[in-house]
């Protein structure tokens, strides 16, 4: 019965991790608590290993460099085991391993990190679960750029993103009651949205219930319509769309001053459209344009945010 420890060191910040099978989670913070979470979700918390975090994916910013972090630790644990799990296995205790943190999170960052394919947009399905994989057209660019306000949803905006999770579902629970649906205490949005009438009974729903149905079901809308334009290699019509996504984050209440300033100065440096990217409350927007344009809206974000900005490209998955 090995006793460990497990020794981790980050490049990017300045305080290690011993783990062992004594650690509370409630005395970790930051990426702590998320290598803790691996370890222990996966059971290695008393197998002994050195290991060292090296990324260039910046942290905080909505990039979703914590579920990057889980993945890539679940995935060293169970090698470390000598086990051999499958993509949804792997998924599936990376997520475990969030909401272990105490983030209510879903299932989409994670499984982008494992199932991408480079040069590709990946359009996900939840109910069941569905992916298809979208190529991005040359003559449409992407701008992602920082606001100046960290977004650290493990630490100061878990309690923000946890309650737009937590109205979402009583949203489908009302809803769910309007349209004559069983009980069911687990219902999401997505269980309900094509259920006959449901778009005209989110008018009778409380304040918060509807702002919070309203946002995610035109989402959905959104999500379907952003795959036929990149098909089509309409940059405009999917900035449109980035701009009306922005809108209803704002009215959901996830944006912040310094984003909507990002983004209009995105836009007004010639970018189709821009909308936050991650959870919200501060980190990255992220913008589509032409690719003379790239150069003009990185100079005017880093002018309005601070930095960093920069053009990106999808990349392949950890699989």
Not at 48 to 55: D, E, F, G, H, R
Not at 106 to 127: C, E, P, W, Y
Not at 208 to 237: F, N, Y
Request: with cysteine.
């Amino acid at each position: 019965d090995r006793k460990g420890p497990i020794k981790i060191n980050s490049e990017a910040f300045p305080n290690p991790l011993e783990l062992n099978a004594g650690t509370e989670l409630g005395r970790l913070t930051g990426w702590h608590r998320y290598a803790f979470a691996a370890a222990a979700v996966t059971g290695t918390l008393k197998v002994p290993a050195t290991l060292v975090i090296s990324s260039n994916l910046p942290s905080q910013g909505g990039l979703s460099s914590s579920s990057a972090l889980t993945v890539a630790l679940v995935g060293v644990f169970v090698e470390l085991l000598g086990e051999v799990v499958t993509i949804d296995e792997l998924v599936g205790l990376a997520v475990k391993a969030e909401r272990l943190t105490g983030v209510a999170g879903g299932t989409m960052d994670q499984n982008i990190i494992v199932r991408a394919k480079a040069g590709t947009a990946m359009r996900l399905g939840f109910s069941p679960f569905t992916s298809d994989y979208v190529t991005l057209p040359s003559d449409i660019a992407v701008v992602a750029a920082h606001s100046g306000v960290t977004a650290a949803k493990g630490q100061e905006a878990k309690a923000g993103y946890n309650s737009r999770v937590s109205r979402c579902r009583t949203a489908a629970t009302e809803l769910a009651e309007i349209l004559g649906l069983p009980a069911n205490p687990s219902l999401v949005l997505g269980d309900v949205s094509s259920v006959p009438g449901c778009i005209e009974a989110v008018a009778e729903l409380t304040p918060e219930s509807r702002k919070c149905a309203e946002h995610v079901l035109s989402e959905a809308v959104r999500v379907d319509q952003a795959a036929t334009a990149i098909r089509a290699s309409d940059g405009p019509e999917l900035g449109r769309l980035l701009d009306e996504s922005h809108a209803s984050l704002v009215r959901f209440g996830v944006s912040v001053p310094r984003l909507d300033a990002v983004v209009a100065s995105m836009k007004s440096a010639g970018a189709y459209g821009a909308r936050l990217t991650g959870a919200g409350f501060g980190g990255y927007a992220i913008s589509v344009c032409s690719p003379n344009k790239v150069d003009a809206i990185v100079a005017r974000a880093i002018e309005t945010g601070g930095g960093p900005a920069m053009r990106v490209w999808p990349s392949g998955g950890s699989s």
